[in-house]
């Protein structure tokens, strides 16, 4: 299977600990993003990057989130000290560089519980 | 700002009959416009878009969907409606301006025997 993974797919978690989820990426997309999804709800857009740059963040990205993706591949999503609003499903997706009009993929997703 | 609506939370359909899911977007510009389907606890999987063009955009699974400039629309709809299209159905949108997708609040197709 070469569409986009997520690992892991399920964590549970106690408030206030740390977390790290892994993002691996269609092999020639060069740009990653992330989204969460909380209940009943559509995604919401957390941040993007083009191979290892970082250009967008959403003001949901508060300060405890941090995103990286150094070597312009797999991409990790840190939560620290976390609370039990961020209970969601984080999504990855990746896509070609885009024109725009390009395609969007998304991995299975991993879903947080804060508890 | 851009946003999408999804007006309708449920859409619950017999098999075999036509199921259309409404979507209405707002954007500065011509938009790029996106339908993706999501199944209980996995991903979203894509399912069509419309860049520019013919208005009327062929899909996955038999799905199309019809943009309409001027009602600001881009409704999916699959003239025979099948047990296993029963899922979460989300439109997005994507200014020309920004790569980030907005998404809808998503409609619950359900498709009964």
């Known amino acids: 299977d070469t569409g986009v993974s997520q690992d892991p797919r399920h964590k549970i978690t106690k408030r206030g600990q740390n977390v790290t989820f892994r993002c691996d990426p269609i092999s020639e997309h060069n740009r990653l993003y992330w989204y969460r999804q909380t209940l009943g709800q559509g995604p919401e857009f957390l941040t993007y990057?083009?191979?290892?740059?970082?250009?967008?963040k959403s003001r949901l990205l508060s300060d405890r989130f941090s995103a990286e993706r150094p070597k312009g591949s797999f991409s990790t999503l840190e939560i620290q000290r976390t609370e039990q609003g961020d209970s969601a499903m984080y999504l990855c997706?990746?896509?070609?560089?885009?024109?725009?009009?390009?395609?969007?993929?998304f991995g299975p997703g991993t879903r947080l519980l804060v508890l | 700002a851009q946003s999408v609506a999804q007006p309708e939370d449920q859409v619950n359909v017999a098999e075999g009959n036509p199921l259309t899911v409404k979507c209405t977007y707002s954007v500065s510009g011509n938009p790029y416009l996106f339908w993706y389907v999501q199944y209980p606890n996995r991903g979203l999987q894509f399912l069509l878009k419309?860049?520019?063009?013919?208005?009327l955009v062929k899909g996955s699974y038999g799905f199309e969907a019809e943009f309409n400039k001027s009602q600001t629309s881009f409704h999916l709809k699959k003239p025979s409606a099948l047990v296993s299209d029963s899922a979460l159905y989300f439109c997005a949108v994507r200014g020309r301006a920004t790569d980030k997708l907005i998404f809808g609040t998503g409609t619950r197709l359900q498709v009964f025997p």
């Open positions: 997706a990746s896509s070609p560089q885009s024109g725009g009009q390009e395609t969007q993929y």
């Open positions: 990057f083009q191979n290892e740059a970082q250009l967008e």
């Open positions: 419309y860049i520019t063009g013919d208005n």
